[in-house]
Nanobody, 121 residues
């Protein structure tokens, strides 16, 4: 069972920056993909950014050029640097980890508890 612990959320003014961190523990298999999703009140959870173990990244169009995802495989940690934050970025941000199927195990996906990010105008 993989545990994901997020940190770094908070309240910031528009135009400000925050850095989220997520530490994964408890996995005996390599985590193939780590990422961040967010869910605003009344909306569905949406992808923010993902990074593979080979450091390939993917971003939602709404955050391209403002957010940067990075990963430290040795520490099993993923980061999300968020710059030029906007009020519409306000949401609960969830860390996600995906372990692809192996010869003897199905694919697995894990979620953190979430961290609140609030951007005031």
């Amino acid at each position: 069972q993989v545990q994901l612990v997020e940190s770094g959320g908070g309240l910031v003014q528009a135009g400000g920056s925050l850095r989220l961190s997520c530490v994964a523990s408890g996995s005996s298999d390599s985590i193939n993909v780590m990422g961040w999703y967010r869910q605003a009140p009344g909306k569905q959870r949406e992808l923010v950014a993902t990074v593979t173990s080979g450091f390939s990244t993917n971003y939602a169009d709404s955050v391209k050029g403002r957010f940067t995802i990075s990963r430290d495989n040795a520490k099993n940690t993923v980061y999300l640097q968020m710059n030029n934050l906007k009020p519409e970025d306000t949401a609960v941000y969830y860390c996600n980890a995906v372990i692809l199927a192996t010869w003897n195990r199905p694919p697995r996906q894990y979620w953190g508890q979430g961290t609140q990010v609030t951007v005031s105008s």
